[in-house]
C-alpha cells in the first residue's frame, strides 16, 4: 500500500521561511514524480510545484516561483519544500502526491495526474 506523509507545517510570520518534507512508503524500485499542491481556506485545491524522479525537472506555479524551492532524496523517499518569503496568501493545507506515471518529466499541473497524495499539513501565516 502506498502512503504519503507530509510534515513540517505549522505557523511562519510574513516574510519568513518553512520546510516541509513529504515521505513516500513505496515499493522497492518504484519511480515516480511528485507534486505539491495547497487548498487555501474556502477555496479548490490548487497546484504548487512538481518534480521528475531524479529531481532534475521542476515545473512551479507563477505564485511561488523564486520563493520555494523543491528537491528530492531518493535515498530517503523523501520530497522536501523549502518555502521562503512567505506571505499571508500562502496560508493553506499543503499535499503532497505522487505520479508514477511520469518520472523522466515533471507530473503536470492537473490533479487528476496524481495517484497517490498525504493527509496535509497546515501552514499558516500572519501578517
Known amino acids: 500500500q502506498v502512503q504519503l506523509a507530509e510534515s513540517g507545517g505549522g505557523l511562519a510570520q510574513a516574510g519568513g521561511s518553512l520546510r516541509l518534507s513529504c515521505v513516500a512508503s513505496m515499493d522497492t524500485g518504484s519511480t515516480y514524480g511528485v507534486g505539491w499542491f495547497r487548498q487555501p481556506p474556502g477555496k479548490e485545491r490548487e497546484f504548487v510545484v512538481a518534480?521528475?524522479?531524479?529531481?532534475?525537472?521542476?515545473n512551479y506555479a507563477v505564485s511561488v516561483k523564486g520563493r520555494f524551492t523543491i528537491s528530492r532524496d531518493n535515498t530517503k523517499n523523501t520530497v522536501y519544500l523549502q518555502m521562503s518569503s512567505l506571505q499571508p496568501e500562502d496560508t493553506a493545507v499543503y499535499y503532497c502526491a505522487a505520479a508514477p506515471r511520469f518520472t523522466i518529466v515533471a507530473p503536470p499541473t492537473r490533479v487528476g495526474a496524481y495517484d497517490y497524495w498525504g493527509q496535509g499539513t497546515q501552514v499558516t501565516v500572519s501578517s
Open positions: 518534480v521528475n524522479w531524479s529531481g532534475t525537472r521542476t
